[in-house]
């Protein structure tokens, strides 16, 4: 007799917890319901692997957007100004 064999991380995510994220992400929209849900699908320490989704209106609490910054810290912005004689 063959055991079944458990479904990687990535396939459940895949199959089972993206379509939940997508309606979960939706119906936070339509309700106007801020949140921030971070999913790490890999074992690495550098280069993780996250599945990460959010509502963040402007209004929304200054924590979450303090979570979202500690998953994606901001990038500097960079300005390029280029000048022509003429």
Known sequence: MQQEQCPTREEVYDTVLDPLM????????????????????NEAEEDAMLCTSANTPVWCSDHLMDALNA????REAFLSVITRAE
């Open 22 to 41: 997508k309606e979960l992400l939706k119906l936070c929209r339509e309700h106007d319901i801020p949140f921030v849900c971070s999913m790490q699908i």
């Open 71 to 74: 998953i994606y810290p901001p």
